[in-house]
């Protein structure tokens, strides 16, 4: 099943970015840039001029004569996406918000609403002319991309896009994304990443069923539910492929099949080529530099790249082992994938095909209480492998991951958890002793490690989960918290959002009124996710004429 995203566009690409780091040096460099930058003429001619380029003693490129031949033989990163005007678009829709009763946090609203429009895309006629000089995809719909630097469709970014887009009354421009997805498994078998040639390798957490169900319960589009089904039935399959699926005893002796990440991929990843090469060095051995990339790839399928939730010694990020962790979420993800495709099969009227999308769900819930569950924390817990080599893993006590990550509560989110009410009263409790609820949000977990899928980051798609979790237990004690934690989010964005005229991509949740740091690049703007929970919750819970927003 390996994947090969290194096309020869992508290797000359890589080295121009090698080239750049040692011209341009380290401080405010974004590998990415490099590999986005589509070609103005054939690779050979570009390359012919590339090698052509005087160098130095060390072999290092002059900054001056580097820009003139990016100048010359390249376009700008982002170049070949296209503003689109949404044609579904209208600056104030009909019923919208009906529950924001304050003026300031309304006219707030209408322009987060309106940032749709800054966001929205398709690619351009050159990529569809020639593909292969570019390493953006070709897309048969119109897109809505994430910001900055993320200049492309991402997969589970899209989810929270399309809630966000469902709360615009703006369905075509949410059903354009899932075909574009679906179009991506077609070619593919799964969907991908990112809508990049460099993002072959691995796929992201698993929520094109979940988008799909959101459109389909809100316009009741049974052409795209049919259309949808062969596409996530192959999705499924690669997500229980060889690579992914892991066989586990529990401390009854009884089998278990849970899931894990697993990227397709031994190299630097192309999009942060100079940073990975960086890492790598600390090992001697190509087989060690070989895993290394791949558990780095892995990370980036998890969408929590980086976090010391993959370290097996945290914070020491050399020591990321992700392919090792059987994750709480994926599976969390998984379970509502088996409970979408039996719901959509019975709307497409194949009843067999529903019928063993009950079972396996039924066989994952219990798997995941035998696995992941853990009495004493009222959690779900990461479980570490202690071998990835070995056919059957057996379950110890003291392999569950014990620290406290925001992943640990996940499972609330799906109906077999949420359901369950005297379950929901203890993870309620669980929760709000964590020390994970913050001032501004839930916190992705209690360990300050630099990394950005760590404390004190909050991010929109963790709150959007627990919080839509709590709320549908029904529990009164469980809608208060979500509440609290609705209020405390939006607040925080509504801040910054005043302070700095943007929404951003992460936040910090110890200090109301704080855009969130830490990781690979700097704090990014736009944005896809955040713009869609912040209308998700206004639309859920509103805001009061007479409650102030103020940290």
Known sequence: MAVTPSTSLLSFLQRLQQTAFEAFGASDFDPKTYVDMPLKFELSVTEDAFQKLPRNAHGIVAVEDLKRFLEAYLG????DLVYLQPHDFVREPEGFLPKVKNPQVRAWALQVHSLWKNLSRKVSAAVQAHPDLH??????????IPGSRFREVYYWDSYWVIRGLIA?????????????????????????NGARAYYTNRSQPPLLSAMVYEIYCTTGDVELVKRSLPALLKEYEFWNSEIHKVTILDAQGCPHTLNRYNAMWDKPRPESSTKDKAF????????????FYRELASTAESGWDFSTRWMRNPPNFT?????SVIPVDLNAFLLGMELNIAFFAKVAGDNSTAERFLENSDLRKKAMNSVFWNANMKQWLDFWLENTCEEVHVWKN?????NVFASNFIPLWMNPFYSDTSL??????SLKTSGLVRAAGVATSLTDSGQQWDFPNGWAPLQHMLVEGLLKSGLQEARSLAEEIAIGWVTTNYIV????GSMHEKFNVEHCGEFGGGGEYVPQTGFGWSNGVVLAFLEEFGWPEDRNIEC
Do not use: C
């Open 76 to 79: 700008g990163a982002g170049d």
């Open 280 to 291: 790598a060095s600390n090992f001697s051995s190509v087989s060690e530099k070989q895993q």
């Open 398 to 402: 003291g392999h569950q991951n014990q």
């Open 135 to 144: 390493t953006l995809l070709p897309l048969p719909g119109s897109v809505v």
């Open 319 to 323: 020591t990321v082992a992700t392919t």
């Open 497 to 500: 959002y005043k302070k700095t």
């Open 424 to 429: 929901v009263g203890s993870v309620v409790e």
């Open 168 to 192: 615009s009354k703006m369905y075509d421009t949410a059903t354009a994304i899932v075909t574009n997805l679906i179009s991506l498994v077609e070619q593919y078998g799964f969907v991908l």
